[in-house]
């Protein structure tokens, strides 16, 4: 039988054709739940933390990356004062570099890092070690290394391999490690295949339903250099709904119950990872930190009086909730193309090598015309990038107004998380800069990349 190859007719079956929603009824509104605190219209133009978007792009140049940091430091004192009585670990691969971890380590919080890359930047911003949570589903022994070295407060475990490596490890350095064991509970997240991260058919973790989890306590048991202090749990990114938490921490109290009946062990730590979306478009409806703190309080504390246990101390791990409504991207229109009978795409000075969420797996974004307000008629556009690809789109279907023209700038909400993160060099363009605002100043906290930095690696260039 024949098939139809997936980059078939406009490519259907690789970006497939959704009925865009109606435009707003005013399309220079900015959503509350989907910008930054400090977002507003000052004499039409969208200004971030008292600056306006003009005199960033005329200072810093576009695409550029802006951080409401009096945003960003909000919501992490929100989750530290909510989870009051646990820890709240600041996922560092949503977005990682030395200025941030000195705002979350300022505002309470601990952090997560996931390579030896991130545990660099964290250790170069002297956050406390002991506050700093190791992840990977892949850790090297140079990164174990250099946990161990570090000190870090908590290693997460991810095979079997890990487990004997870390065991030797630690015996060599003379050193006992915290360890914790990361579970998959064979939750269904509701949220995208690529970052539902919890059910069996993936890389992360031990599965609790074939066993592995609880031949992993009993391995790390074994090694008197390894200390476990709990379980490790994560289902997925941009949840919205807490029923997927509710299974998990059901089926973590069984894999408890059953270290202590054969272990006589009651592990004292339950870390329930992150994950908790955040508005991108009109109608997401992000997670109230103190009413999602309650909610995973009510669920673990039933789960354990049910079958006997002690409350364990709770962590929870955000990262996208605590820098992703903070982040705005501003580009600079470069040409406006309409397509008959279609729609008008708006090409900007950036793309897919800032932002592969889109590409990746179809993620929705709010955009607007940034640098002016407009009365004209709305008009269907698709925002896309300057990159070689068919799918470099940043925004799939948005209204904008009908007399944008080239040099307008135009900004996408909610850019905070896995953008600067992910961003890469492809056609070789330099990564933007990331500037921070508050109280009307403005700073970079991480500068432009330079055709001179995309060439300093390269081996046969002449010095």
Not at 88 to 110: D, I, M, N, Q, S
Not at 176 to 186: L, N, P, W, Y
Not at 318 to 343: C, D, F, M, Q, W
């Amino acid at each position: 039988m024949s098939r139809v190859h997936p980059a078939g007719q406009r490519h259907a079956d690789v970006l497939p054709e959704d009925h865009p929603m109606p435009p707003a009824e005013d399309l220079n509104a900015l959503d509350p739940l989907i910008w930054p605190t400090g977002a507003k219209r000052d004499g039409g133009v969208v200004s971030i933390g008292g600056v306006d978007v003009r005199e960033l792009a005329e200072k810093y140049g576009t695409p550029l990356y802006v951080y409401d940091e009096e945003d960003v430091r909000a919501r992490a004192r929100e989750y530290a004062a909510a989870f009051h009585d646990g820890d709240v670990h600041y996922a560092g691969k949503a977005f990682l570099c030395t200025a941030v971890a000195r705002w979350v380590k300022e505002e309470g919080l601990g952090l997560d890092v996931c390579s030896g890359g991130e545990l660099a930047v964290a250790l170069a911003a002297d956050f406390p070690p002991e506050r700093i949570t190791m992840h990977g589903s892949n850790k090297s022994v140079a990164e174990l290394e250099r946990g161990l070295d570090a000190g870090v407060g908590r290693i997460v475990l991810d095979s079997f391999e890990e487990i004997a490596r870390l065991g030797y490890l630690a015996q060599e350095k003379g050193v006992r490690a915290k360890v914790m064991i990361r579970v998959t509970t064979g939750v269904e997240a509701h949220t995208h295949e690529f970052i539902a991260t919890a059910h069996d058919d993936q890389k992360f973790g031990f599965s609790r339903g074939s066993g592995a989890a609880l031949e992993a306590v009993r391995r790390v048991l074994e090694l008197k250099q390894l200390e476990l202090v709990g379980l490790h749990s994560h289902i997925g990114s941009q949840i919205f709904e807490t029923d997927g938490f509710e299974v998990a921490a059901h089926r973590l109290a069984e894999l408890l119950v059953a270290i202590r009946e054969e272990h006589g062990v009651e592990l004292p730590e339950l870390d329930l990872g992150g994950g908790y979306g955040i508005a991108y478009v009109a109608g997401d409806e992000p997670h109230d930190p103190k009413g999602l703190a309650d909610g995973l309080r009510t669920i673990v504390a039933r789960e354990c009086r049910a079958y006997g246990l002690r409350m364990p101390k709770l962590t929870v791990e955000p990262g996208r909730a605590i820098v992703g409504p903070g982040g705005v991207t501003v580009y600079e229109v470069g040409t406006v193309k309409n397509v008959e009978g279609l729609r008008t795409y708006v090409s900007v000075d950036g793309g897919m090598s800032d932002n592969l969420r889109t590409s990746l797996y179809g993620a929705e974004y709010t955009s607007v015309l940034a640098s002016r307000a407009s009365d004209a008629r709305p008009m269907l556009s698709r925002l896309v990038g300057k990159h070689c690809e068919s799918g470099d789109i940043v925004v799939r279907d948005l209204w904008l107004p009908e007399d944008l023209a080239a040099g307008d700038l135009v900004a996408v909400a909610a850019t905070g998380a896995y953008c600067r993160s992910m961003a890469s060099n492809y056609n070789h363009v330099p990564k933007p800069a990331v500037v921070a605002v508050r109280d009307g100043v403005a700073r970079v906290i991480v500068r432009r990349e330079t055709d001179e930095d995309l060439l300093r690696l390269d081996a046969e260039v002449e010095a």
